[in-house]
């Protein structure tokens, strides 16, 4: 693979800290900057020694990194890597852990298609790994490990781009999966958006005098209800209209688990449960 | 505490195997029974020692246990009470752990009422504890540490009966919270039954290509859904007016979150993530 000279990681939470751990533990780089805006979190970062050193990103003298990670708040993303396109080295190679990327990618793409004098590429990534819990005081170096990373190249996307990050999260630990932006949103509108939206309304009607009774079918139905708000709206609101479509198919199923209680169908109240254990065996714990 | 001679064990599976560990690691009994159906499930229990002795439930020979503990599904839980009625010691403490409480106890109570020529004490409990996995081979004697049992007196119910039975549970290391039947059943309706019927439909209408794309949040979400079809089918039909009115609130929150996704309400959304974020904090992990 590539071996890069030095990375700058953008945001060092638990998603770019697990990612400067990981990177630093791979050895495929020589150095790791983090960068961001509050300097008592990159001092957090380094401290757990996600990073080797690190700048605020008012800072006017950046490094000329050769990989850029860009781990910020979807809202933030494009500003970041066009900034990134003047800074960083010739040629270098910019990816971000979004986890929405239609919008991101496409904008991207734009700003580059329209300036690009260092040659800058660009690939989306979307790393299905995190959890409630933020922050590069929760970073763990093998965050990735086995863990899904969806790679979004585009008609666009130089492939000596794709090839690169591929290999940079396999170095990870993680697995690859190419997908459109679209096919990816599409995705995880499914498997994660909507689950969270569950998951945030269902501890929200729990009535608190109730909150003594509950025990593990409650907690873990509900834990990813604690994660950052911010964060998840601007998720929502990015991936609005695939959540919406995963939101009406569960609308739909919902009406029919009504109806078969309403009615005391048992076999039909079977049939749904069977289905629900079906698919949940298929992905085992 | 009462100390009791013989505990007997109607149903070996989790929870039973595990109140059978619990009971034998606190001492507070000379010997525990499991008596089932299913003799290779009765030797499983006692092959890790969640049991002294066994018996089948059809043998003709059943011991005169001054403590029994009817551990089977809800369905059978009343017909297994009215045949210990006939067979246990003068005097002996029956209690269920039955998930749903009203029904189960009116019956017994009714039975009891009827027909009681040795003198039994009853008294309905619900151990908030257990998971997706089934069996006495997921049997924990620390299954009960710390987690709430809830028991359920009425009117009819021997104060010493209530007390014996709190001292017995918070033996096996649980604390003991008393409520109503009714109390009890609209609680776990929303804080078990109603997230056991959401985690199940969610994962059902997880497109099955989409599986490999899934991570901690669905992973946790859906957790539940692997639970037993039987059991469950007849918890939320046995519950089903409580599961009904959890649901309605589910569904009337549910449009709000829909209306604020379809109308990019920024400020909405940001409020309902809050308060499912605030509830959940409340508990922690």
Redesign the interface.
Same mark, same amino acid.
């Given at each position: 693979m590539a071996h890069w000279q030095t990375a700058a990681i953008i945001g060092v939470g638990l998603i770019g800290g697990s990612i400067g751990l990981a990177l630093r533990r791979s050895g495929a780089v020589e150095q790791v900057i983090g960068v961001g805006r509050d300097p008592a979190k990159l001092k957090k970062a380094w401290e757990v020694g996600a990073i080797d050193e690190f700048a605020l990103e008012s800072s006017p003298e950046l490094p000329p990194a050769d990989l850029v990670v860009v781990c910020t708040p979807i809202e933030s993303v494009g500003s970041q890597i066009a900034r990134w396109t003047e800074t960083a080295a010739q040629g270098a190679l910019i990816t971000d852990a979004g986890s929405t990327k239609a919008k991101i990618v496409a904008a991207v793409d734009a700003q580059l298609l329209a300036h690009n004098p260092r040659q800058i590429r660009f690939v989306g990534s979307h790393p299905? %790994?995190?959890?409630e819990k933020t922050g590069a005081e929760n970073a763990r170096e093998n965050l990735f490990d086995k $863990?899904?990373v969806?790679v979004t190249p585009t008609a666009q996307t130089d492939p000596s781009a794709v090839e690169q990050i591929q290999l940079l999260w396999e170095a990870l630990g993680a697995r690859v *999966?190419l997908m459109t932006p679209q096919a990816h949103d599409a995705?995880?509108a @499914?498997? @994660?958006h909507?689950?969270?939206? #569950? %998951? @945030?309304?269902? /501890?929200? #009607?729990?009535?608190?005098e109730?909150?003594?009774?509950?025990? =593990?079918?409650?907690?873990?139905?509900?834990? #990813?209800?604690? =994660?950052d708000?911010?964060l +998840? *709206?601007q998720i929502?609101?990015d991936n609005?209209e695939p959540?919406?479509t /995963?939101?009406s $198919?569960?609308?739909t199923?919902?009406a029919l +688990?009504?109806r078969a209680?309403?009615q $005391?169908d048992?076999v039909a109240?079977?049939k749904?449960? *069977? *289905?629900?254990?079906t #698919? $949940?065996?298929?992905?085992g714990?």
């Open positions: 299905l %790994a995190g959890s $863990r899904t969806v *999966q995705a995880v @499914s498997t @994660s909507l689950p969270h939206l #569950i %998951a @945030s309304l269902l /501890a929200s #009607i729990t009535p608190p109730l909150l003594k009774l509950t025990a =593990g079918g409650w907690l873990d139905t509900t834990r #990813i209800a604690a =994660g708000v911010g +998840w *709206q929502l609101l609005r959540v919406l /995963a939101l $198919r569960f609308e199923d919902l +688990w009504h209680l309403e $005391r048992a109240l079977e749904l449960l *069977q *289905q629900g254990k #698919i $949940r065996d298929a992905v714990n």
